[in-house]
């Protein structure tokens, strides 16, 4: 199975910070990466697919870039409806897997 | 507009059996891969199972290999997950999802709100 990690597993910043978050595959996965938001209680968002490509509606702010095992998610701008837990996870083969998550609060 | 609206969860005793439902709307179900998705009490996401259009081909996760079964009705459009054997350890909300095929990859688009499955004596 292909491991993600995602680093840090916490996160503290203030509103108006920019953040990032790294995500690292145990092998390579091409650009078969997408990034997810999620807020307590409520469904995974899908923010990001094909390692940078936004999905519909998702604002510029979020970011993503990376290849092969190492990818980032960027958050620009930070305002306080972006305070969730974010994940990685790979789709180029089964099982899927998904990284820990990134808790960003607010400090 | 898409939904996907999951039902079906609740308390059921170690070794018992479950049928989740998907209820999807706003798309045409049989154009979709559909998946399910699943989140222990203060855990991160873990992938269940997957199933193509025409249900020629389905995916699992170890854990569940023997024990769950994805299946799709296109005409009700609505997706499932037959859970049997049930386990402490399969105790999460369970997500449904959209999986959209564009640019030769496969990745989420849309997801259901939960529902909850505590296997527990």
């Known amino acids: 199975d292909i491991q993600m990690t995602q680093s840090p597993s916490s996160l503290s910043a203030s509103v108006g910070d920019s953040v990032t978050i790294t995500c690292r595959a145990s092998q390579g996965i091409s650009i078969h990466l997408a990034w997810f938001q999620q807020k307590p209680g409520k469904a995974p968002k899908s923010l990001i697919y094909?390692?940078?490509s936004l999905h519909s509606g998702v604002p510029s702010k979020f970011s993503g870039s990376g290849s092969g095992t190492d990818f980032i998610l960027t958050i620009t701008s930070l305002q306080p409806e972006d305070f969730a837990t974010y994940y990685c996870q790979q789709y180029t083969a089964y099982p899927y897997t998904f990284g820990q998550g990134t808790k960003l609060e607010i400090k | 507009e898409v939904q996907l609206v999951e039902s079906g969860g609740g308390l059921v005793q170690p070794g018992g059996s479950l049928r989740l439902s998907c209820a999807a709307s706003?798309?045409?179900?049989?154009?979709?891969?559909m998946s399910w998705v699943r989140q222990a009490p203060g855990k991160g996401l873990e992938w269940v199972a997957n199933?193509?259009?025409?249900?020629?081909?389905?995916h699992y996760v170890g854990s569940v290999t023997g024990r769950f079964t994805i299946s799709r009705d296109n005409a009700k459009n609505s997706v499932y997950l037959q859970m049997n054997s049930l386990r402490a350890e399969d105790t999460a909300i369970y997500f449904c999802?959209?999986?959209?095929?564009?640019?030769?990859?496969?990745?989420?688009?849309?997801w259901g709100q939960g529902t909850l499955v505590t296997v527990s004596s």
């Open positions: 999802g959209r999986i959209t095929c564009a640019y030769a990859q496969c990745f989420y688009d849309y």
């Open positions: 094909a390692a940078s």
């Open positions: 706003g798309f045409t179900l049989s154009s979709y891969w």
């Open positions: 199933i193509n259009q025409d249900v020629s081909r389905s």
